[in-house]
Nanobody, 131 residues
Framework: VQLQASGGGLVQPGESLRLSCTASGFTLKDQNMGWFRRSPGKEREGVSCISKNDDSSYYLDSVKGRFTISKDHAKNTVYLQMNSLKPEDTAVYYC?????????????????????????WGKGTQVTVSS
């Protein structure tokens, strides 16, 4: 099983990036997926997550309206479109796959790096937002 994240880089405030996470060894229909980040000096946090059947999603309050999580099942890839980036979005971004135990609802509890349903983590990709 592998999660390969890519798409990070250095951008200026207000610009956009799209992160990609391609899964191998399982299909996205079998796992809930999420994006997490760790900013300098901070704990890892859940940014956005989506259920395996695509009917439930979660966004961190600070990214609502700016970030969008989506999937391409044909490519077995999950994306994070990040618009209007801010310096505080600077972080290493990770994708992860996880199980849920109460239906397929994805909330802040499931979209948490220490949630006990976490199954697989990818290596991070650096996003730096700076002028």
């Amino acid at each position: 099983v592998q999660l390969q994240a890519s798409g990070g880089g250095l951008v200026q405030p207000g610009e956009s990036l799209r992160l990609s996470c391609t899964a191998s060894g399982f299909t996205l229909k079998d796992q809930n997926m999420g994006w997490f980040r760790r900013s300098p000096g901070k704990e890892r946090e859940g940014v956005s997550c989506i259920s395996k059947n695509d009917d439930s999603s979660y966004y961190l309050d600070s990214v609502k309206g700016r970030f969008t999580i989506s999937k391409d099942h044909a490519k077995n890839t999950v994306y994070l479109q990040m618009n209007s980036l801010k310096p505080e979005d600077t972080a290493v971004y990770y994708c992860a796959a996880f199980s849920t135990y109460v239906g397929d609802l994805v909330t802040s509890r499931e979209c948490h790096p220490y949630y006990n349903g976490m199954n697989y983590w990818g290596k991070g990709t650096q996003v730096t937002v700076s002028s």
